[in-house]
């Protein structure tokens, strides 16, 4: 389809408008007809941004996994783990902020979408005296971690201390149910303390 001579929106006001959609209607509803409603234009003017419905979602998983999630303000050195810890976290609240969009990263994984990051964290390991070979394993394994985590928790209902394991019953699992009243820890804490757990599990191990 041939893209029109001058542009009616920006690419930005488009992705914005592409996740207001997504965060009020669900994944499945959006598309470039709804989009262009959204943003009062005919669907042709996307095409002067956009290739296809497939470009606007990756710049959508670039926003939610990438422009809008902090990066700490950490320098390296032996307390690197929790340069980790604070960015998990900050992914966490990015994703769970528009928990319709988070299926999106599954395919469009942020170690696609931004190898420069990744690049610069690699440097704060080995700045931080980390060996090289335990870059990958590091790295990997974040990523794995915090897209699994962070989508499961995305795709159910915010739980409360005791409702982390939904629909327990103390007469039929009363192990489980004893160790859902012996947690102390919210979602969010059980989250970082994973992830504090794997990074100097990874050390341990090394030694």
Do not use: C
């Not at 996307?46 to 979602?57: G, P, R």
């Not at 859902?180 to 303390?193: D, G, I, P, R, Y």
């Amino acid at each position: 389809m041939p893209r029109p001579s001058k542009p009616l929106i920006s690419r930005e006001a488009a992705v914005a408008a592409s996740i207001e959609i997504i965060d009020s209607e669900g994944l499945d509803a959006f598309s470039l007809p709804k989009l262009a409603k959204h943003l009062g234009v005919r669907a042709p003017s996307l095409y002067h941004h956009f290739a296809d419905k497939n470009e606007i979602l990756t710049e959508v998983a670039r926003h939610i996994a990438g422009r809008s999630v902090a990066t700490p303000r950490r320098k390296p050195g032996p307390d690197w783990p929790e340069y980790f810890v604070a960015l998990a976290l900050n992914f966490r609240q990015s994703i769970l902020r528009h928990r319709n969009a988070a299926p999106i990263l599954l395919q469009y994984l942020p170690r696609d979408l931004f190898v420069s990051t990744y690049e610069d964290r690699a440097k704060f390991l080995l700045d931080s005296g980390v060996p090289t070979e335990l870059h990958v394993r590091i790295l990997d394994g974040m990523e794995v971690l915090a897209i699994g985590a962070v989508l499961t928790e995305a795709m159910r209902k915010p739980s409360t201390k005791s409702t982390i394991f939904p629909n327990v019953d103390p007469q039929s699992q009363p192990l489980l149910a004893q160790a859902l009243a012996s947690n102390e820890l919210t979602q969010k804490q059980l989250f970082e303390e994973t992830v504090r757990s794997f990074l100097h599990g990874i050390i341990r191990d090394y030694m």
